[in-house]
């Protein structure tokens, strides 16, 4: 699949499925009680991208909102906390930080069947490819450079300034990291994968020394954006399920693996730089990307960036795992969830190679 063919495949809304379709007229009524300015008739439609959280576009005669909320059926523990997601981007929108405006959060599951929350309607642009198809070299440079002074924002606040000093433990975040997701791989193994038992082994024994604590993202990457429609600059940032405390030098290091991600045609044309011309498209180097936010925020993850890479592409083989997991449970919220697991033995391999070039 092209990126082209990826834009539109992940673009836009689709009718839910219908384990995962919405009551609109007792939503409508929940929503008038609760959100300011709020007036039916509303419909909602399941945006096709993403795998975790199903999320709706929520139109009414007069304005747009989203929803985000947890999937049905059987879930692996800890995952899909949206009422989390909802307490970390109303504290960043209270301060000025690119999120969409937080509306209301319900926990009520016999609203729409799962706890949710809304939001307001960021309209901009996603690029679901890192190279940009359709774009040109001022565009994407001025975009990795918004895209890395984000970030490198996030991770200057402290936590306990805007009201999150108790929203993880923070402490040894890579160590539990690795625990955590060891576990949740077993829970959704579906085949043995000599690389994941050997990085389950390897890790835990290889975690880098502890930065400062802040708040981490999780999954920080430039599909999770909204980019303005006018200026290639970030608008909104999505897709906070993960987000916790943490260390700020694995959060980053997570979104450098596009400049390593091995390709996949079988799981939808996999995102990667890898193979393209970086300089011709006018996207920095992952040397100098590394250079801009260790000149940001002072904070520096090259003499252990083989480990953090390691550990991030084990971490998202393991996400992988529980999405097929989910497929497996019939619980899954893409119709590009059974290609994933195409992907979980290329990202295992690609973490031992990063093991083994930090002295594995």
């Not at 690119?98 to 996603?126: I, K, N």
């Not at 999505?238 to 390709?263: I, R």
């Not at 011709?280 to 040397?287: C, N, Q, T, V, W």
Request: proline share 7%.
């Amino acid at each position: 699949m092209t990126g082209i063919d990826r834009q539109e495949a992940f673009s836009g809304t689709k009718e839910a499925a219908p384990a995962l379709r919405l009551d609109e007229a007792r939503l409508a009524d929940y929503l008038a009680r609760h959100i300011d300015g709020f007036a039916g008739p509303l419909t909602a439609k399941q945006f096709k991208g993403g795998q975790s959280n199903p999320t709706y576009l929520l139109e009414t005669p007069t304005r747009r909102y989203v929803l985000r909320r947890k999937p049905p059926g059987k879930l692996l523990p800890s995952a899909h906390a949206v009422d989390r997601e909802f307490r970390v981007i109303s504290a960043l929108h209270a301060q000025g930080f690119p999120v969409a405006a937080p509306l209301c959060y319900c926990a009520d599951e016999s609203v729409a069947g799962t706890a949710f929350y809304v939001m307001g309607f960021a309209d901009g642009r996603v690029f679901w490819e890192p190279q940009m198809p359709g774009s040109n070299p001022a565009e994407r440079a001025a975009l990795y450079d918004s895209m890395n002074e984000t970030i490198a924002r996030l991770h200057a606040f402290d936590p306990a300034a805007i009201g999150l000093g108790d929203f993880g433990k923070g402490e040894n975040y890579v160590a539990r990291q690795v625990d955590r997701w060891s576990k949740q791989y077993r829970a959704s193994e579906t085949e043995k994968i000599e690389a994941m038992e050997r990085l389950i082994e390897w890790l835990p024994r290889h975690i880098p020394p502890s930065g400062p604590v802040r708040l981490v993202h999780g999954d920080y990457r430039i599909d999770n954006l909204i980019v303005a429609r006018g200026e290639p600059k970030v608008i909104a940032v999505l897709d906070w399920e993960l987000s916790t405390l943490g260390d700020p030098l694995a959060d980053f290091s997570y979104h450098l693996m596009a400049w390593h991600m091995p390709y996949s045609e079988a799981a939808a044309g996999t995102a990667t730089l890898v193979g393209h011309d970086l300089g011709a498209l006018g996207i920095p180097s992952m040397a100098d990307y590394v250079d801009d936010y260790v000149a940001r925020t002072g904070l520096d993850p090259r003499p252990h960036l083989p480990t953090y890479l390691a550990y991030n592409f084990f971490r998202i083989a393991a996400i992988l795992q529980g999405i097929i997991g989910r497929v497996r449970d019939g619980t899954a919220t893409s119709d590009f969830a059974p290609a994933k697991a195409d992907m979980i033995r290329p990202l295992a391999d690609k973490a031992w190679e990063f093991a083994r070039a930090a002295g594995a």
